[in-house]
């Protein structure tokens, strides 16, 4: 009859053998999460979380194991959800987004054949751009149509490092959209690099939110800045 020996050849190089029955051994016996289970009955309910990695029993038995169940599928269900919403308003985003892109580059192509360039901003834009109004404003304006802002006023509007944002709750609309303040429900300010170096701001204000959305727009706006700076630049 063989003897105890040394541990077997193929036991003894195993990767991560050892490791794992430590691991093992650490774990609490089933008996001890059951007993831990009776001990503790919310345990589970104010975790629902957890019942995404039980399994199912194969049968339902009794009023107890039905609530097992009824508790997983409502935890599934609440994930399901959860992740239907953020694809809802991530394809919302989206097109949102994309409508925009497609709105801008028909701004962009009326500033290229504009022959007045501050018209073309203040009359056209708007209706390009499903926006009730668009408005151009410096510190220093040089030329008739462009409203004057105090000093400082580019910098604190739009802080550091910003080339446009979008703004939920909208401020100082009478001095950005005068007349048009009121129908102002949301509002975008874009920064025009105009090559003399002077603040100068492209407000836009909607009356429809989703018309200046507030994902997937920035670098559209920033873009449509710049175009406007080209064409005063002309």
């Known amino acids: 009859m063989a003897q105890d020996g040394p541990e077997h050849p193929v036991t003894a190089t195993l990767p991560g053998a050892s490791a794992e029955a430590d691991a093992e051994l650490d774990l609490p016996s089933p008996d001890a999460v059951a007993a831990f289970l009776r001990s503790h009955p919310d345990f589970l309910a104010e975790r629902p979380e957890l019942f995404r990695s039980l399994s199912p029993p194969r049968r339902v038995h009794g009023e107890r194991i039905a609530d097992h169940m009824a508790a997983m599928l409502a935890a599934e269900r609440r994930r399901v959800r959860s992740l239907e919403a953020e694809v809802d308003a991530a ?129 559209t706006l920033a873009f449509l800045g710049r175009a406007v700076a080209a064409a005063l630049a002309r």
């Open 91 to 219: 394809v919302i985003a989206g097109r949102a987004g994309y409508g925009l892109t497609i709105r801008v580059r028909l701004a962009v192509l009326a500033l290229m054949r504009s022959t007045d360039v501050i018209e073309t901003v203040t009359q056209e834009l708007p209706a390009l751009l499903g926006i009730e109004t668009c408005t151009l404003l410096s510190e220093k304006p040089d030329r008739r149509g462009v409203l004057h802002l105090p000093r400082g006023t580019v910098a604190r509007l739009m802080g550091p490092g910003r080339d446009a944002l979008v703004r939920q709750a909208p401020t100082e609309t009478e001095t950005l959209h005068e007349e048009a303040a009121p129908l102002v429900a949301r509002d975008a300010l874009v920064r025009v690099p105009v090559w003399t170096g002077t603040p100068t701001l492209l407000a836009l204000g909607a009356r429809d939110p989703q018309a200046l959305p507030n994902k997937q727009a920035i670098a």
